[in-house]
């Protein structure tokens, strides 16, 4: 069943509790945990708790939840203070693109100059 949780998925564990993640915030639909490999001085994905393999997928079968994975992304920046400063929302979608975990999931990166376009 789409949305369902996956057995062999990482993230589905982080929201199941399974594997330990430092969460630094939850809903009734998303949880936010700061990223295992940071790549700039805020470095949280936010995703949401039903399996989806990527954010397009998200968007076509749940776009309510999806809004909700970026008004959270928002909530984070200003947890962490680095809204005014400016932040970036990032969605690996594909392998080539660099994505390696296919549970949808936004990157919130700031804290420090970001580049564009990014590599
Ligand atoms: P992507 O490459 O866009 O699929 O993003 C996956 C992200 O998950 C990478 O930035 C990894 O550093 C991160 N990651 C992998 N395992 C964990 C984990 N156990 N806890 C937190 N972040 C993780
Ligand atoms: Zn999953």
Redesign the pocket.
Known sequence: MPGEPQADC?FCK?VAGD?P?TIVRETDTTVA?????P?APT?V?VIPRAHYPDAAALAAASPEVLADVVREAREVAVQDKVSDTGYRI?F?TGGGA?????HA?A?VLGGRGLEWPPG
Do not use: S
């Open positions: 990482l982080i594997v993640a945990f700061r990223d295992i490999n790549q470095h994905l990032v690996n660099g994505q390696t975990v296919f999931h990157h």
